[in-house]
């Protein structure tokens, strides 16, 4: 038996570095999982890595992908249980790849009603926009969303709204994404809105920003002292500057929140992603084989892009 997997020996760009390798599948050491993987998304923070941007965390080479979702093949004897069935094997190897071997303790069982193509995508932007609002409670307070079309915006908008914000604003680039937050009731503004989205900013209270640059540098010079930014990510290549103690800027990684988390406390937080998951629109997928990953990856890359690209790994 063999495994097929998108490995990159060097950093660079993606698709010049990437390379589709097969290898002789090793055996499954004892203890862990082994995962048949179905579909892993495309996410910014599957692609940065292999730029060289965390290089001084991660080093080649390696296999890429952060999450996705298979089912078991293999299992210790006390966790038989688990054969068969749905499961996204987090937090270990990388999961563009045919197998996957992991801690049993942290894989995710998915619920029989959540489907294969959502369950694919229930962890890196799920969980951040989960893990934020627990941080910084939107209740009662006017929250200002960037990167408006990305998959993390669309939750936290729905998700801080059914947790009590008083208002929300989200603030994109194509008019596509613009009229997909007006049909769920959010307040929406174009990036090029600028006297707009200052005045948004001066009237507040929390900002969830992924794209820093001049729209974030424009916010958070706009905000009231008394008023919270969390930067979440930097899509523009360039993270806000700030010159002063106040408005309150904060750094957000969830690999810093998970870092110490006793697996208990990791498995609930997936007992409180379902029922969210399930009663929010997530958007659509598209899928693309494994071996057309670069197919995948340019769809990932287009500007107003609409759905989410997906590898099909089996």
């Known amino acids: 038996m063999s495994n097929l997997a998108l490995a990159y020996r060097q950093f660079g760009d993606p698709a010049s570095v990437l390379t589709l390798e097969s290898s002789a599948l090793a055996p499954c050491a004892a203890g862990l999982l082994r995962v048949a993987m179905q579909f892993a998304p495309i996410n910014a923070s599957d692609l940065i890595p292999i730029t060289g941007a965390y290089r001084h965390r991660v080093s080649p080479p390696l296999i890429a992908g952060y999450e996705g979702v298979g089912t078991v093949m293999a299992t210790p004897p006390a966790f038989s249980h688990l054969l068969g069935q749905r499961v996204l094997p987090l937090r270990g190897v990388g999961t563009w790849q045919r197998y996957v071997d992991c801690d049993p303790l942290i894989a995710v069982p998915v619920p029989p009603d959540i489907s294969t193509t959502l369950a694919a995508r229930a962890y890196i932007n799920p ?15 006017r929250v200002l969303i960037t990167a408006g079309g990305s998959a993390c915006a669309l939750l936290l908008a729905q998700w801080a709204r059914q947790m009590g914000a008083s208002s929300i604003t989200a603030i994109h680039r194509a008019p596509q994404h613009g009229a997909r937050l007006q049909q769920l009731g959010i307040a929406a503004l174009a990036e090029t809105q600028r006297a707009e989205i200052a005045s948004a900013a001066q009237q507040c209270d929390l900002v969830f920003d992924a794209v820093g640059g001049e729209v974030g540098q424009l916010i958070w010079q706009a905000l009231s002292v008394d008023a919270e930014f969390i930067a979440y990510g930097v899509l523009s290549g360039k993270p806000v500057r700030v010159n002063a103690p106040r408005p309150a800027l904060h750094w957000f990684h969830v690999r810093h929140t998970l870092e110490d988390l006793a ?25 693309f084989p494994l071996a057309h990953w670069r197919e995948a990856i340019q769809c990932y890359h287009q500007s107003g892009r609409e759905r989410k690209p997906l590898l099909q790994i089996s």
């Open 263 to 287: 697996h208990q406390d990791w498995q609930r937080l997936f007992s409180e992603l379902w029922p969210l998951l399930r009663a929010s629109e997530c958007g659509e997928v598209e899928i």
């Open 127 to 141: 969980l951040a926009a989960l893990l934020m609002l627990k941080q910084w409670s939107p209740a009662g307070k």
